[in-house]
């Protein structure tokens, strides 16, 4: 598995079957093997596996990956196992095809792992005749390790205790007498899956894998997404074919797809499971392929044609004003409408001109329409993690597409050569588009000659590295050795305090992290973060695409490129003071009980003491008056002893409503709140998200009209946008809630100090 | 608002103030009766002076009104002005009782003399059951929502109500007559697809327009099929809870007095299989809604009741009041 951290040690050259081969400290002797000598499709690792894939922890329980080893020139008394043994210097590697003790010890191992599997000729007839798939055509990986190794029928007698067969699935078969118990389908259903369905049952000989409290596989709570089948090295769990009803319309056949250079290296098995995932579309220029905010779990490859992407809400954010003829200087608040960037520029506004969408193409600010041509993917992150589409799709011309399923992505995203094949397309069409939405490249994309000289410079030098789920890139203090894009997916970033975690923010697609770091040498940044270290702890929220570039090309890039050095240290210097100014606010103390509410985690939580309130309402009046008629909170929510936290933006430590924006337009200022930019599409997510209910969608209208056919007449189009509460900032920063209480109940406070009022924490002494 | 320890700082001002102008009035007023042997009366110098200061006093008071009515306004922080308006109105009674020299003069000043005392009056008693009635209506409605939405949690608890009936004791063919004759239901879906249907507008982007308030959320289990024997739950909801829920205590029902409803409901249950119990404890838990939503509808009438009285007697107090000037004046 690609790891987004490393560790900047120098490289480890080591020697496997007489071939030398230089790797990065901490590879495995099997990864290091790949390396020398798979190449291209086709190419075979000397070193045989079966508990074992690239993308598993290794468990090194089958040992049929067993190398003799010599470090410098002394040979181990033991063998050891490839899949899980690092490399060392000067260390020198005899597979099976080079050492006869090894070969020896790997076809024992082959043996009494075949003297209790089921006659191996009847099971791949049997498969064969019962189930009509390729599974029994090659892809048993004990069958084929068997004839590798020269191995024939065991010398050792069968075990004569026959295991149940479980045919309770509708979509799986499960044998357990070809079972080796390697744990394949175990680790794939619980690490990379997270499905935690099966596990072991048993000791001794009536060990076997169970699913859930050991209930039978139809029964249990699996979700059928075929991961443990494709994993299965043994055909121990086979696919039941066409047991699924009809495929839809356009399906495009496994052995078409097998054939496809998009899924190079992919499995048959595992596409003829997954038959109906890839559906080739045809459109007619003009037709609608996909709109934003839809929710629909697949991505799109452009086999033919071209295709114009755009975001049609309206560049605009919701502004509280006086209204046009407004006579009277108290009354802030007259009404609320859509204005854009040149009607009412707001403080601590981003000067953003290219909005990252999930596509291999950014849209300007100004005119946020694109094309995409024939190879291009679109829609990875909504099908990745279910997030909404980020913009609308037409054809431009007639064009055709192959709508990929979120089983067939990732493992296209996971597989060695189809991965190699999407990052060097990205590399070659997207890297540049990627680097435009960047907001610390932004000075450079005005100069185009510079802009390009910046990406041939970084085209050879940029990693794609895949981060899973929860998956930690780097951890506070952790040595800096990288800077990192995100092309898709969200980051959290957080600091460890004296009490919890506080996170700064959420980084979305083309926002990038990982630079204070590397800026050590330089004196601006030296004065205010530590050099060389990492300031913060960036954790993947979901499936997340970075870019890796090394430190010391990093440091290079900034020296070539003075303008793109002055943009990271003003860029570096702003983030660091707001993280600054932020941390100033927070309260450090931490409340189990509290914290479950979310309130510890608040900063500005609307309280009402219910003594003192007579529920006139007053306080949802006056936000409604504050903006436009529509209240930003309800005056409904928890109650504490004898306060009502009303349902209005907390301005959380933990803002949750920021991940998932598929256009990055939730942010949170300095001053901790909530802001929603202008491309804002009104998809819902971060009101979805909020966990308090605190976002909402209010129509706002955008000025034009459509013909409704129903009605026969014109109607006003309203477009949704996302409102939260703002704290009154853009009157005159008194929250209206508040000012407008006439009983003194209505109270603006700290999750905190609303813990010391009731009592949860006690008061600290004051300080003398 | 609330008069507790809390309330120095924004009220102390203001009882400085009032105590200041009424002691400094008050003195002269007194001096005044001791030079001339007389109660001072209105044309007096210190008459007028007090007039006058009272006078600007009501229009202080009466100015809280539309004060409130413009909350985005920044003119001062509304509670400032209530504070100010109970301090200040307080002695508004004395300073014009000293206006009156201890007369009451003729009908148009007996009439403001009338109606400065109710107002007076009814905004202390307004005062009084602020002091009271939040605590009360915080330790005896826990259940309290916003006033606003006790019918629509109302219609929505009725419908909960008989999903969870229809659940447990399995549908009948004229059920729906039965529930239909108010027009409940219909009226419930007619008023959301009044709304939604044949919009004059397009909307684009999400269509979530209220905000979700978590908290505790009730759990009722539902059988999987419906429970043998539990008809007698069935005439239940329909002869006695269901009216209850949809008209509280005006129904008549003993559903309205707790301790009634909690025996009804266990007699209910020894009718039933214990698989129908859950159902009637959540119908149990829907009617002690009911009351509690009752209750605070009660609470709330005190608790803004009396400004039925107090606002409308203002106004009358202030237009008389220019009237009364407009007299004194003229006829002075």
Request: charged content about 25%.
């Amino acid at each position: 598995m690609s790891s987004a951290n490393g560790n900047g040690a120098p490289p480890v050259s080591l020697t496997i079957d007489g071939r030398k081969v230089s790797v990065p400290a901490g590879t495995t002797i099997y990864d290091a093997a790949t390396r020398a000598f798979v190449k291209q499709a086709g190419d075979r690792n000397p070193i045989p596996i079966l508990c074992h894939r690239e993308h598993m922890t290794p468990v090194a329980v089958c040992r049929v990956c067993t190398v003799d080893v010599s470090v410098n020139g002394r040979q181990e008394f033991r063998l050891a196992p490839a899949c899980q043994r690092e490399v060392a210097e000067g260390m020198e590697v005899r597979t099976h095809e080079t050492s006869d003790r090894v070969r020896n010890a790997v076809s024992m191992l082959t043996e009494l792992l075949l003297a209790d599997y089921p006659d191996p000729e009847a099971a791949r007839a049997a498969r064969l005749t019962k189930q009509g798939q390729s599974r029994g055509e090659g892809n048993d990986e004990l069958i084929e390790l068997a004839e590798r190794l020269g191995v024939e029928n065991p010398r050792f007698s069968r075990s004569r205790r026959e295991k149940p067969i479980d045919e309770s699935s509708m979509v799986i078969a499960v044998d357990h007498n070809a079972c080796i118990l390697c744990d394949r389908c175990i680790r794939a259903c619980n690490d990379i899956r997270n499905n935690h369905v099966i596990g072991r049952t048993g000791k001794g000989y009536k060990t076997r894998i169970a699913f859930d409290l050991d209930d039978p596989m139809g029964d249990s709570s699996c979700v059928a997404c075929g991961e443990c089948m494709i994993s299965c090295p043994t055909g121990a769990l086979l696919s039941k074919h066409h047991v699924l009803s009809r495929p839809p319309a356009g399906t495009v056949p496994a052995e078409e797809l097998a054939a496809h250079p998009l899924f190079t290296g992919v499995s048959k098995a595992f596409l003829d499971f997954n038959e109906g995932a890839v559906v080739r579309k045809h459109f007619r220029k003009g037709d609608v392929i996909c709109r934003e905010g839809d929710y629909d779990a697949t991505a799109y490859y452009i086999e033919d044609g071209e295709v114009e992407i755009f975001i049609s809400s309206p560049f605009k954010h919701v502004k509280n004003h006086r209204g046009a003829g407004s006579w009277n200087p108290f009354a802030l608040v007259r009404n609320s409408l859509l204005a854009g960037r040149g009607e009412d520029r707001r403080d601590e506004e981003m000067d953003t001109e290219f909005i990252s969408i999930d596509a291999p193409v950014v849209l300007r600010y100004d005119k946020p329409v694109a094309t995409m041509g024939p190879g291009a993917i679109f829609g990875e992150m909504a099908c990745m993690s279910s997030y909404p589409r980020s913009a609308t799709v037409v054809a431009q011309t007639d064009c055709t597409l192959l709508e990929v399923g979120r089983n067939v992505l990732y493992i296209l995203q996971r597989g060695k050569f189809s991965k190699a094949q999407l990052d060097e397309r990205y590399r070659q069409n997207a890297l540049d588009n990627h680097l435009r939405g960047a907001t610390v490249f932004a000075r450079m994309v005005k100069n185009e000659d510079e802009f390009k000289k910046l990406v041939e410079f970084l085209r050879p030098r940029v990693d794609l590295v895949r981060v899973n789920n929860g998956e930690v890139i780097f951890r506070q203090g952790d040595p800096a050795d990288a800077y990192y894009l995100i092309r898709i997916g969200f980051v959290k970033v957080s600091q460890e305090r004296p009490g919890g975690e506080f996170v700064l923010t959420y980084f979305g697609p083309g926002k990038s992290f990982g630079e204070i770091g590397l800026m050590g040498h330089i004196p601006e940044i030296r004065d205010l973060a530590p050099p060389g270290i990492r300031t913060a702890t960036c954790t993947a929220l979901d499936h997340v695409d970075l870019v890796k570039i090394k430190g010391e090309d990093f440091r290079l890039l900034l020296e070539q490129f003075p303008s793109v050095q002055k943009s990271f240290i003003d860029y570096a210097i702003t983030i660091l003071k707001q993280n600054e100014r932020m941390l100033r606010q927070v309260n450090e103390d931490s409340l189990g009980d509290f914290l479950q509410q979310g309130l510890m985690n608040a900063q500005s939580v609307l309280v009402l003491d219910l003594e003192k309130c007579t529920r006139c309402d007053e306080c949802t009046k006056a936000c409604a008056d504050s903006h436009g008629g529509v209240t930003r909170l309800i005056r409904e929510g928890l109650r504490f002893d004898r306060f009502l936290v009303a349902s209005s933006c907390r301005s959380c430590l933990d803002p949750y409503c920021m991940v998932g924006c598929p256009v990055n337009s939730i942010r949170r200022r300095g001053s901790l709140e909530i802001i929603i930019e202008d491309w804002c599409i009104g998809c819902g997510k971060c009101a979805e998200n909020c966990p308090y209910g605190n976002i909402n969608m209010h129509p706002f209208p955008t000025g034009q009209n459509v013909f409704d056919e129903e009605l026969r007449r014109k109607v006003p189009v309203l477009q949704q946008k996302a409102t939260t509460c703002d704290l009154c900032r853009e009157l005159d920063g008194q929250p209206s809630c508040v000012y407008a209480c006439p009983h003194d109940a209505a109270h603006r406070m700290k999750g905190s100090d609303l813990a010391r009022e009731i009592g949860i924490v006690a008061t600290p002494p004051p300080v003398r | 608002m609330l008069l507790n320890r809390e309330f120095r700082a924004q009220h102390l001002p203001w009882v400085v103030l009032a105590l200041a102008i009424l002691a400094g009035l008050g003195a002269w007023f007194v001096v005044e009766r001791f030079r001339l042997g007389e109660w001072p009366g209105g044309s007096t110098a210190v008459g007028l002076t007090l007039g006058v200061v009272g006078g600007v006093l009501i229009l202080f008071e009466f100015l809280l009104w539309p004060r409130k009515k413009k909350r985005a306004w920044r003119i001062g922080r509304v509670r400032i002005w209530l504070a100010g308006h109970i301090w200040l109105g307080l002695i508004t009674l004395p300073l014009l009782i000293f206006h009156s020299g201890f007369h009451l003069g003729g009908s148009l000043s007996t009439v403001l003399t009338v109606l400065l005392v109710a107002v007076v009056l009814s905004g202390a008693w307004g005062l009084v059951l602020q002091q009271l009635l939040p605590r009360r209506m915080l330790e005896e409605v826990p259940a309290e929502t916003i006033y606003s939405q006790i019918g629509r949690i109302g219609r929505l608890t009725r419908i909960e109500a008989r999903r969870l009936v229809e659940a447990t004791c399995g549908p009948t063919e004229d059920e729906r007559d039965r529930f239909s004759p108010d027009g409940e239901e219909g009226i419930d879906s007619d008023e959301e697809e009044e709304q939604t249907a044949n919009p004059s507008y397009v909307v684009v982007g999400a269509l979530r327009t209220a905000g979700r308030v978590q908290g505790t959320v009730l759990q009722t289990s539902v059988p999987s099929a419906p429970v043998p024997g539990s008809e007698p739950l069935r005439v239940f909801f329909y002869d006695e809870v269901l009216p209850y829920l949809k008209s509280g205590g005006s129904s008549r029902s003993p559903l309205a007095q707790r301790h009634r409803a909690e025996a009804i409901f266990r007699d209910l249950k020894t009718q039933l299989d214990p698989k129908a119990h859950p159902t009637v404890d959540a119908l149990a838990a829907a009617c002690d809604q009911r009351r509690q939503h009752d209750h605070q509808a009660r609470l709330h009438g005190w608790l803004h009741g009396w400004l039925l009285v107090h606002l409308p007697m203002s106004i009358a107090l202030v237009a008389l009041m220019i009237i009364h000037i407009y007299v004194a004046i003229k006829y002075w």
